[in-house]
């Protein structure tokens, strides 16, 4: 469980400190801890949901998305490293950096540079 997440205006964390019955409005306030999955949007919640009905079959996730495997693994990294709470990195963004060493457009010591520092984002 964990006791808050990140504010939408400012970045500091919210505490939930309401619950309220849709149907009988009764409301109880104290502070609420929440489940990492609330930390999720509707769009990866959707998709999360998705991906676990398929069975995490890509393939068949292609198709009902309309979206290539690079994305698609994008997507799976960005709800991976909210729920893990560590930062997955992208593997376009490796690749793209390797692609410039390998070009010659920088060196050794700044690809490993930006790939520790987006590590750290």
């Not at 306030?29 to 929440?34: K, P, S, T, Y």
């Not at 998305?65 to 490293?81: E, H, V």
């Not at 390797?98 to 010591?109: A, H, P, R, V, Y």
Request: proline share 2%; net charge negative.
């Amino acid at each position: 469980m964990i006791d808050s997440f990140k504010c939408p205006y400012c970045g500091e964390d919210m505490t939930i400190t309401q619950a309220k019955c849709g149907k009988c409005k009764v409301t109880i306030e104290g502070e609420f801890a929440l489940n990492k999955i609330n930390l999720l949007t509707p769009e990866q919640l959707d998709f999360a949901v998705t991906f676990l009905i398929n069975r995490g079959n890509l393939k068949e996730l292609e198709k009902i998305y309309d979206l290539s495997y690079p994305t698609l693994r994008n997507r799976l990294n960005a709800i991976a490293s909210i729920l893990s709470g560590s930062k997955i990195q992208d593997e376009e963004d490796v690749k793209d950096t390797l692609d410039k060493l390998n070009s010659g457009e920088i060196t050794f010591d700044d690809a490993l540079k930006t790939i520790k520092s987006k590590n750290k984002e």
